[in-house]
């Protein structure tokens, strides 16, 4: 009989923790350079533009001051972090010709499992390089276009990805933006055309195995008037006593009437500085969704935000945090509404525990020509013991009387009177916390894709669901 967890300390992270033997890997050296950018430029068989593009961005993030206003990322020294790291292998259309350990790898994740059943098409980036990447035939029938950004760079759509490549997120956006544009490497690109509904997700998945190792993917989708896509971004790795990094970038372009789902499960291990940054522009009608886990990593800024340029445009942020010891995560989202009727609804849970520290912040900006706007933002923050700490750091500045804006923030801890009743109801002391926290998280980790892949279920069911006492 399989005994349900009940303790944070029983989480079995072994799914994750597995390192695979990096001697067949091509690594750059550490540290930044306008050398290691031209390398990786070359490497990447960067079209003129790019290369020209990393070296400018490198240039502005060397005259860029770190960020201060949030966690310490002290521990985090550019010159020891390896920008670039290719394993022996091409990208490969077929699993079967994936290499055996890195195969491994994504079996013991259910990448495959999970395409077999649900997944309209899949690519899996292992450290620096896309290594796999397939379709479904029906889906590349409709005329979507999913595929590697180095292919997308150099392919019939090169056009297409210069005109939209860091437009969104500028190099001169923040530090790590800066870094990001320099040394990139690997993502995805996809375009739905117009009036396409992609009837089953698309997912990436993003596996970093090097130990103190960057990853810098850029994810970059078009979907186009009419057109409607679910995209699912899974991200893991193992533990090394060296810190590793993540600044990967995500650019959305939601069309007219469009309406595109971003889900992402982010199971960072906990020596990981997560500096993502993730964005998305809206026209008329158009729907943006996001759904986010943040489980793993050391430190984290993310908050993924849309802008709300068109008449009727909305936005909904549904977002899990779980920071537990030696975590310190710094989650939330932003808005801006340029366009009358415009709406926007951000709902987020988190959960800390262990000493570990959740911080929300959200902005929402509503211009002086969005009339008519609405916006609602729900955060609520649930400690597990004295030594935790939950903060709420709301930002709104409008700019219009016409507008409807209301903001909500709870943070407790669990009520000694609920665990006694629970209690006093037959269950254990265990038992009754675990319910009680899986009961806060259900109606955010219900929007997540939970049937898509086992990883995502593993977690949900380890981190929420009775593993919490």
């Known amino acids: 009989m399989n005994e349900e967890k009940t303790y944070v300390e029983d989480v079995d992270r072994s799914i994750y923790d597995f390192k695979d033997d990096e001697k067949d890997a091509f690594k750059l050296s550490a540290g930044l350079t306008p050398a290691i950018v031209e390398q990786i430029s070359r490497e990447k068989h960067d079209p003129a533009?790019?290369?020209?593009?990393?070296?400018?961005?490198?240039?502005?993030?060397?005259?860029?001051?770190?960020?201060?206003?949030?966690?310490?990322?002290?521990?985090?020294?550019?010159?020891?972090?390896?920008?670039?790291?290719?394993?022996?292998?091409?990208?490969?259309?077929?699993?079967?010709?994936?290499?055996?350990?890195?195969?491994?790898?994504?079996?013991?994740?259910?990448?495959?499992?999970?395409?077999?059943k649900s997944l309209a098409g899949v690519g899996a980036q292992y450290d620096s390089e896309l290594v796999y990447h397939n379709v479904r035939e029906e889906v590349a029938a409709q005329g979507v276009v999913y595929t590697d950004m180095e292919s997308a760079l150099t392919g019939p759509y090169a056009d297409m990805v210069k005109k939209h490549f860091m437009k969104l997120v500028k190099p001169t956006d923040h530090k790590f933006a800066a870094l990001h544009g320099a040394v990139w490497s690997g993502g995805s690109f996809v375009y739905v055309p117009k009036g396409v509904k992609v009837e089953i997700p698309l997912q990436s998945y993003f596996r970093l195995n090097a130990p103190g190792a960057g990853q810098f993917e850029h994810t970059l989708i078009i979907v186009d008037e009419g057109a409607d896509l679910h995209f699912i971004e899974g991200c893991s790795?193992?533990?090394?006593?060296?810190?590793?990094?993540?600044?990967?970038?995500?650019?959305?372009?939601v069309g007219k009437n469009a309406r595109l789902r971003y889900s992402t499960i982010e199971n960072w291990s906990k020596n990981m500085y997560n500096l993502n940054t993730k964005r998305a522009v809206v026209d008329?009608?158009?729907?943006?969704?996001?759904?986010?886990?943040?489980?793993?990593?050391?430190?984290?800024?993310?908050?993924?935000?849309?802008?709300?340029?068109?008449?009727?445009?909305?936005?909904?942020?549904?977002g899990i945090t779980f920071a537990g010891k030696g975590q310190n995560l710094d989650t939330g989202a932003k808005v801006v509404h340029n366009a009358p009727d415009t709406s926007s609804y951000i709902n987020t849970r988190s959960i800390s525990k262990d000493g570990g520290i959740s911080t929300f912040r959200s902005s929402v900006v509503v211009g002086k020509n969005a009339k008519n706007a609405k916006s609602s933002v729900s955060c609520q923050s649930l400690m597990l013991d004295?030594?935790?700490?939950?903060?709420?750091?709301?930002?709104?500045?409008?700019?219009?009387?016409?507008?409807?804006?209301?903001?909500?923030?709870?943070?407790?801890?669990?009520?000694?009177?609920?665990?006694?009743y629970l209690m006093s109801r037959g269950m254990s002391e265990e038992d009754a916390r675990a319910y009680i926290v899986s009961g806060f998280a259900d109606n955010?980790?219900?929007?997540?894709?939970?049937?898509?892949?086992?990883?995502?279920?593993?977690?949900?069911?380890?981190?929420?669901?009775?593993?919490?006492?």
Not at 67 to 74: A, K, L, R, T, V
Not at 286 to 303: Q, R
């Open 49 to 116: 533009w790019m290369q020209l593009f990393r070296l400018q961005s490198l240039q502005i993030y060397q005259n860029m001051r770190v960020p201060d206003w949030g966690p310490s990322i002290e521990g985090l020294n550019m010159d020891n972090i390896v920008t670039y790291v290719r394993p022996n292998t091409g990208m490969k259309a077929k699993w079967s010709d994936v290499p055996e350990d890195i195969k491994n790898t994504f079996e013991r994740l259910g990448i495959p499992q999970a395409e077999r």
């Open 237 to 253: 790795a193992p533990k090394y006593n060296v810190a590793n990094l993540h600044a990967g970038c995500v650019e959305l372009f």
């Open 284 to 318: 008329e009608g158009g729907v943006i969704e996001w759904v986010s886990g943040s489980f793993g990593s050391h430190v984290s800024y993310l908050y993924p935000m849309s802008i709300l340029n068109g008449r009727g445009s909305r936005m909904e942020f549904t």
């Open 386 to 420: 004295s030594i935790s700490r939950s903060d709420t750091i709301p930002a709104m500045d409008i700019r219009t009387k016409d507008a409807n804006v209301g903001h909500e923030a709870q943070i407790g801890s669990i009520s000694d009177e609920a665990v006694f």
């Open 444 to 469: 955010v980790s219900k929007e997540l894709p939970l049937e898509y892949a086992v990883e995502m279920n593993n977690l949900i069911r380890l981190e929420m669901k009775g593993s919490i006492g």
